[in-house]
């Protein structure tokens, strides 16, 4: 019987997608390495204390441009000037199933946010197409926060490490008194947060920083002196946010990652219930740091849907970052409460010495204060109201950790019958007994109050009207007049421009 045979063709292999590779090396681990690298640098900067905070900023600057640049060219990713994203599917399924549950609370969440962001003006702004209830409480909850949560944002903002910031929140002047009234100006913020939202207090204070800038810089150019420079970059505006540099390393890129997923997260869960097909979700990099998030919907589907199921998609990334600055805020007033105060003392620091003044010479840096006049000090209201009684000429007496030291206090020159030695003041904790059980519960202290600070001004800014943020889209949605709104984004970025310039002092 003859066999018969079967003529088999040469077999064929598959070719799969071919690797970003450089002779013989993925170019995924090669680009890991140098974002690894850049987190190093970053560290090591944030170490460089000889270095002037402004030059570390260009430096990290220009170094996540640099390799932003190069991992966005190597693996071919979309992006540019530093900036690049990276995508996957991963993570839809989870979008999908959240969308299914909680459809009150979803809905209610994107026009509650809303109203914080906007105030007032959200129910002429949506043209009264808003739920009077969720309206009402939703300017409940902005008076609430300004009363509870606003006058401690000082807490967290001790973390940023921008001079304007620490000039203005840490250090303190130790002859001022203090007054159970507020001034004129706090009862405009409120009136002004409570008709425009917070928005409306960030473009007002963009307005407000603006002036001061305008007239330290005539000063400037009139009489040119190093303390003329040095009023110029005390009003510094706007300024990145660097982990490393101008936050804490680890804390400030746990804190990113959360607000950056919840914003995105909460985007997708309302793109679902509006049955819009999601393509991808991921992060946008600039550098080694992440610094955005996105949940890539199809645009087509999302101008097919009526105006305020986009509103509620826009607007759900912010409110997101308003209920999760509310929990952190919970948290770290837990944590200064319960836990900070048996392991950490409540310490007022001197941060500063004014030339000129009975301190210079006396006291340094670094001292903390433990009594003022017999008077003991164990937070920055008992420290006012113990110099708010110092007179010019008279003895003042300053109880610090490395001893006792007593001058002259001089007259000040706003009120000359106040003295004052001439110290700036911030504050901190030192702990009781150093230990890693209480460095990782300060940690977490750092973390909480990070996440609250980033949660609460990235939920503001994205409502603001400028091309690539959430505000920009919600703006459109509601707002006929194009030229309107792209006016009103021009003047914001000149605006952020203008708070910028005050860098440039320091190089």
Do not use: C
């Not at 459809?103 to 129910?123: I, S």
């Not at 420079?229 to 804490?248: H, L, Q, R, W």
């Not at 500063?352 to 009975?358: A, H, M």
Request: aromatic share 10%; glycine share 8%; no cysteine.
């Amino acid at each position: 019987m003859a066999k018969s045979r079967r003529k088999t063709k040469p077999t064929q292999t598959k070719s799969r997608e071919a690797k970003p590779k450089d002779n013989g090396i993925d170019k995924r681990y090669v680009a890991v390495g140098m974002i690894i690298v850049t987190l190093i640098v970053l560290y090591i900067l944030r170490e460089a204390n000889a270095l002037p905070i402004i030059l570390r900023i260009v430096l990290a600057l220009g170094m996540l441009v640099l390799v932003g640049i190069a991992v966005q060219r190597m693996l071919k990713l979309q992006g540019g000037y530093g900036l690049y994203m990276i995508g996957s599917k991963h993570g839809l399924a989870t979008i999908e199933k959240t969308a299914k549950v909680h459809d009150v609370f979803w809905e209610v969440m994107a026009m509650w946010g809303l109203t914080l962001g906007f105030g007032v003006l959200t129910y002429p702004l949506l043209k009264g197409k808003i739920d009077k209830r969720v309206y009402a409480f939703g300017l409940i909850s902005l008076v609430l926060i300004m009363i509870f949560v606003l006058p401690n944002l000082g807490n967290a903002l001790q973390f940023i490490n921008i001079p304007q910031v620490q000039n203005a929140v840490a250090s303190r002047s130790a002859s001022t008194g203090t007054s159970t009234s507020l001034p004129l100006t706090s009862y405009l913020v409120y009136a002004v947060t409570f008709v425009a939202g917070f928005t409306g207090t960030i473009i007002t204070s963009l307005f407000v920083s603006t002036e001061y800038i305008f007239w330290s810089i005539i000063q400037f150019a009139t009489a040119p002196s190093a303390a003329a420079a040095k009023t110029v970059t005390n009003n510094i505006g706007v300024a990145p946010i660097i982990p490393g540099i101008t936050i804490p390393f680890l804390a400030g890129i746990i804190s990113l990652i959360i607000l950056l997923s919840i914003h995105e997260f909460s985007h997708g869960v309302l793109a679902k219930k509006a049955k819009v097909k999601l393509k991808s979700i991921g992060v946008l990099m600039f550098g080694a740091v992440p610094v955005g998030g996105f949940v890539e919907p199809d645009e087509k589907q999302v101008d097919k849907l009526p105006k305020m199921q986009q509103t509620k998609i826009f607007a759900a990334g912010v409110s997101a970052n308003f209920i999760a600055t509310i929990v952190f805020f919970a948290l770290m007033m837990l944590m200064m409460a319960y836990v900070l105060p048996s392991i950490y003392q409540y310490r007022i620091v001197i941060t500063g010495i004014l030339p000129n003044y009975p301190a210079n010479g006396v006291l340094q840096d670094g001292m903390q204060i433990l009594k003022w006049n017999n008077n003991t000090i164990t937070n920055i209201t008992t420290l006012d109201a113990a110099g708010s009684k110092d007179l010019p000429n008279s003895t003042v007496t300053v109880v610090t950790n490395k001893g006792t030291y007593s001058m002259k206090a001089t007259a000040s020159p706003t009120n000359s019958s106040r003295g004052l030695i001439g110290v700036s003041l911030g504050y901190g904790y030192v702990p009781i007994k150093p230990s890693p059980f209480s460095g990782f519960m300060y940690f977490l202290y750092t973390l909480f109050s990070l996440s609250m600070l980033l949660n609460f001004f990235v939920g503001v800014l994205n409502l603001l009207p400028l091309p690539g943020l959430d505000g920009w889209r919600i703006y459109f949605a509601n707002i006929k007049s194009e030229r309107l709104i792209k006016t009103l984004g021009a003047l914001i970025i000149i605006l952020i421009i203008i708070n910028i310039l005050p860098v440039i002092f320091y190089l």
